[in-house]
């Protein structure tokens, strides 16, 4: 899976977890950038991503993570 | 000794300066015996503890760092995670029960410590090698009585740039403004508060429902003024040699909900939680949907009231606050998928007075109402003290007679004004940037630093300077 095809499926599951139909995802974004992305809607959206992409993620791999380029690597790893 | 001692202000001063003469080499060593120096005169026995937790936790990192299979790495974080909360249930437990004294800041650096072991586990790059900087880690003693509770990586760099470099007069100065604030605040405001707090509560009953209700109220307003005092002098301290701390209070009283009050106050434990049980917790119960998240949050908010202390009342206080949490979510995540359904979901809306003012206004007090009623709790020791005072505010017991028109002056003057000084200081000090360049445009620094000081010398109080949250 090509990264601007995760992207164009994140855009949606972000939009919607956060809230924000205007949100464009970049590789660069951070949880600094999103008003209200916080503890609580973080799980929210690994819960729709994995659901979304078919993959099951670890706490360890949840956490490490630190931006949206990392997630999509991430999901370029676990995806089915 | 305390921070509100001034002998530690005497003692600290040529501490301070014979560290920036040290070469960068010794200040790690000199501030490491500085702060097991500073320990012991707390306790020597419990010093003892503080090095053995910190040389098992730093042999614990190497060796997770040092696996090459995750099954090991994940026994030795287990084997260290395990001592470490022992350590906490063993002495919270004989704190409750036995009435043994808690060794200082046990809290606070076990805390420190599983950050450090799990924040390894999950990358071996965030392996501290150097003994004297892990060592000083958990006991710099700025951060060691009550937090705020630093995270490894942050504390590291930061010493290791302080090793590098000369004073930085800018730091130091802001150093001291933090600390000279956070005195005002504990003993102008924190402990005139506690006085007036302590007179009612003598007798409770005695006093009208008025009285007691306000006085209620200001329970979460002298906390604040006593911790955030306090977090203020140990950012402040800290800074004095080169390390900035994380912050424990971002105006917890503009919160509009339960839900942000808690993103607000304390930060440093409510991260930590947040971070290390608030998310794995969240994550492994995914499967069960809200019910999962909800069990998720409970676990949270219990761990956070009985962190305090393993009895009745701070169980409650952790349930209360589990349950205001948990509606607050259940409410916001509908009417958040009631506007999706609508079609109105970030759309601009035209900002009226109500949404400007009213519901900020509101929600705000709303907040402060639950998170005081909760308080009864987290204030009063005993089971049976707090249930004689929710029975008056209740109106299921009498008050009595004693209105505000009946307290003299001199006792109802001084802690109106400690409540609206903390509760201002508690919004985030609207307006103050403004003061403070009228203010700058009249008098120098150094004329505002001497009023400060005169006023913290003439206007202190005779209590205790104890700090609430030492206890803990």
């Known amino acids: ?80 | 000794m305390s921070f509100t001692s001034p002998l530690f202000y005497l003692a600290l001063a040529p501490a301070v300066t014979v560290f920036y003469l040290l070469p960068g080499r010794w200040r790690a060593i000199y501030l490491l015996a500085l702060s097991y120096a500073f320990y012991a005169l707390s306790s020597r026995i419990y010093l003892v503890l503080l090095v053995l937790a910190s040389a098992a936790v730093y042999a614990l990192g190497l060796a997770i760092a040092k696996s090459a299979s995750e099954r090991a790495k994940q026994a030795y974080m287990a084997i260290g995670v395990a001592a470490v909360v022992a350590v906490i249930v063993v002495f919270k437990a004989a704190g409750a029960w036995r009435g043994v004294l808690l060794p200082l800041g046990v809290s606070f650096y076990s805390f420190k410590l599983l950050s450090y072991l799990i924040e390894v586990y999950w990358d071996d790059e965030a392996v501290e090698r150097d003994p004297i900087v892990f060592f000083l880690f958990p006991a710099f003693f700025p951060q060691i009585v009550s937090g705020p509770i630093q995270r490894p990586e942050p504390f590291f760099g930061q010493m290791r740039n302080v090793t590098a470099r000369t004073i930085d007069v800018e730091q130091v100065e802001a150093g001291l403004r933090l600390i000279l604030a956070g005195l005002m605040m504990k003993l102008l405001v924190g402990d005139r508060l506690a006085d007036f707090i302590a007179l009612i509560d003598q007798s409770h009953s005695d006093y009208s429902y008025s009285v007691l209700l306000i006085t209620v109220g200001s329970y979460l307003l002298q906390l604040f003024a006593d911790f955030s005092g306090y977090t203020n002098i140990a950012l402040g301290v800290g800074r004095l040699f080169g390390i900035e701390g994380p912050p424990n209070f971002n105006a917890p009283f503009s919160a509009i909900n339960i839900q942000e009050f808690w993103r607000r106050w304390h930060m440093s434990l409510t991260l930590w939680l947040t971070d290390y049980l608030f998310t794995p917790l969240s994550l492994t119960l995914r499967d069960y949907g809200q019910a999962g998240l909800i069990g998720a949050i409970f676990i949270n908010m219990i761990v956070i009231g009985i962190w305090h202390g393993f009895t009745l009342n701070y169980l409650v206080f952790g349930i209360l606050q589990a349950i205001f949490l948990s509606v607050t979510v259940l409410i916001l995540g509908a009417r958040t998928r009631w506007k999706r359904a609508a079609g109105k979901t970030n759309q601009v809306q035209p900002a009226t007075w109500a949404s400007r003012y009213a519901v900020p206004f509101l929600g705000a007090g709303l907040t402060f109402a639950l998170v005081s009623f909760a308080m009864i709790f987290f204030h009063f020791r005993t089971w049976d003290q707090s249930m004689s005072v929710l029975a008056q505010i209740l109106g299921l017991s009498p008050s009595g007679r004693i209105g505000w028109s009946d307290l003299p002056a001199y006792l109802s003057v001084p802690a109106w004004t400690c409540m609206a000084v903390a509760l201002y200081v508690g919004a985030g000090r609207p307006g103050s940037r403004a003061l403070a360049q009228s203010v700058n445009a009249m008098a120098p620094h150094w004329l505002q630093y001497g009023v400060c000081l005169f006023l913290l010398t003439v206007l202190s109080t005779t209590g205790s300077g104890r700090f609430i949250y030492g206890q803990f």
Do not use: Y
């Not at chain 1, 995802?25 to 929210?44: K, R, Y």
């Not at chain 1, 490490?64 to 370029?76: F, M, P, T």
């Open chain 1, 1 to 80: 899976m090509e990264a601007n095809e995760i992207v164009s499926r994140l855009t949606p599951i972000f939009r919607d977890v956060f809230n924000d139909d205007a949100l464009v995802v970049d590789e660069g974004m951070t949880a600094a950038d999103v008003p209200s992305w916080d503890s609580l809607s973080n799980i929210n959206m690994i819960i729709a991503v994995e659901k979304a992409f078919s993959a099951k993620f670890s706490i360890k791999d949840v956490r490490n993570l630190k931006n949206v380029g990392e997630l999509i690597e991430l999901i370029k790893r676990k995806a089915a």
